[in-house]
């Protein structure tokens, strides 16, 4: 082996980062290709290498708040600069691997912390829902979202009934309680080979929608507690949506309604 081209320990030890981070300069490039190309256990090497620090950056700037993503990139960055560039692998891996790890466990903390508070209406809602999935007895006209909408004129004064068909989620049934209070409260079920999701429809002069989450067509979407939750009003009367069915369900159903 000549003295201008490269051996396997030294393509380890002073290229395989910088080829990973495409980093080197055309003469090493050269050389590098030279030798990756008929060297199965650096192309591997290699191939894992881009594929760590790909991981590391998807994690960074997919799964992280803003915030977060600005220090675990800062935090990346200074591991460049320590590294000098041509460290040597193994230590750099490790380094990569605890930034992994460590941007893993910022980003689990930041989740938890900004969890919203507890909401009584959408724990209640999501009581109701999870009845539900075991047993749901109709006490109001409701084959149909029509049928619904008719109902919830009649008791509620406006038509809180949904069209979930987009989402393959059909009218299973109506309810009408009243409420410890004396209020009605009104619940329909929509069911489907996926999944199912409970509306509960009730009059309240005050309901603070929850910050965070998403809004379409006015309808405002969270992930709560593990569940989709949906919520929205007319005038006084609240409805507030519960499912298992992912939040972007939620969202294609609410983004076909008519602005
Ligand atoms: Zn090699």
Redesign the pocket.
Known sequence: MGADTLD?KQ??ERYLSADADDELENHERRDATA??SG?E??RRMLDSEIAMKSEVKKLATVTAPVELRNRIMAALDEVDRRSQRRVRPLRRAVAWTSIAALAACLIAVTVLRIQQPANPAFDAAIESFVKSEQSFASNVPSKSADELAVTYIDRFGVPMAWDFSSIGLEVAGGRIDQSSDGRPIGYSLYKGSRGSLLAVIYRNDVFNFPVGGETVKGIHIYHYRGYSVAATNRYSVFCIMVTRLPTSDLAQAFSQLPS
């Open positions: 396997h393509y380890i030798h990756v060297c256990e650096c």
